[in-house]
């Protein structure tokens, strides 16, 4: 039950934007195994001046098509998995927009369970597939 924030530029298409949702959704499909209709994503439009990060950090180049991933999810998955995961992302949206690999920053936040979410009815809701988290 990942909950997704992407902070992009303003000036990116409407399909590239869509395009760079899909992809993170696809890597976590894949990687974390969540179900296709665990598809809460926020997308950020931000003017230029809005977004702030160095032209190069720990040998990686940035331009102005840089990209902010946050990804909220429970904790379970291994070191193996997220290194898959950001692998994924970055590769899906380069390969589906124009923006490079080098582009994508991924931050991921974990927290400890389904006590930390509700989905609706302010409830809390018991998600079948956390089971195998455990």
Known sequence: M???RISLPKKLSLQTKNNIS???HQALIAEFNIPVDDYFHVIEELESHQIKYPKSY???SHSDE???VQITAGQGR???QKKKLYQQI???IAASTEITINNVIIVLLENNGQENWSF???EIQVSKHLEKLK
Do not use: Q, R
Request: charged share 15%; glycine share 14%; proline share 5%.
């Open 120 to 122: 609706g009815n302010g």
């Open 58 to 60: 720990l040998g990686v």
């Open 90 to 92: 970055a590769a899906k």
């Open 78 to 80: 291994t070191l193996e």
């Open 66 to 68: 840089i990209v902010y």
């Open 2 to 4: 990942p909950f997704v």
């Open 22 to 24: 899909e992809a993170i």
